[in-house]
């Protein structure tokens, strides 16, 4: 029997699938207890015409992301920090501080995009990765001073 899943289901797939399963499984298991639907020819339309449009979205966000790339491509990111004499910070400039100095800049980038391998301890310049998409991503160069 083919079946559309509305929840993950171990072992069988994830939220919108179409699976076969045996009649019992689906009569007994997941039909009982909502896991799952009948998969009618309407069932089947509405599916493809929502993997369209969560496609065609996604193609979307890939497009804004190459376009802001492009414009944060080459930026430098300025920050300053209390130091003591040697250029040694107290504390240090973290992917947070970035992220927020690149939103005042105009980039709409969460922390968790700024790719920060360890956090930025002395004075003097960086290069920085900012994941834009999941295969987008552009270096800029922050500035501490």
């Known amino acids: 029997m ?3 899943l ?3 289901v171990k072992g069988q ?7 076969n399963v045996s009649d019992g499984y689906a009569n007994n298991f997941l039909l009982k207890k909502g896991l799952a639907t009948v998969a009618t020819a309407d069932t089947l339309n ?3 015409i929502h993997k369209q449009a969560v496609a065609k979205q996604k193609e979307a966000e ?3 992301a190459l376009e802001d790339a492009k414009k944060l491509k080459g930026q430098e990111v300025h920050l300053s920090a209390a130091k ?10 973290t992917n947070k501080e970035i992220a927020e100095q690149l939103c005042k800049m105009g980039f709409a ?30 270096s800029v160069t922050v500035v501490v001073d």
Do not use: C, H, W
């Not at 003591?84 to 400039?93: L, P, Q, T, V």
């Open 46 to 48: 509405s599916v493809a």
């Open 109 to 138: 980038v969460d922390k968790k995009q700024v790719v920060l391998k360890a956090p930025i301890k002395t004075a003097g310049r960086y290069p920085v990765n900012v994941k834009m998409y999941a295969e987008v991503a552009v």
């Open 13 to 19: 797939g994830k939220k919108g699938d179409i699976v």
């Open 2 to 4: 083919k079946v559309l």
């Open 62 to 64: 890939r497009q804004q």
């Open 84 to 93: 003591g004499a040697n250029g040694k910070m107290f504390g240090s400039i």
């Open 6 to 8: 509305l929840q993950d």
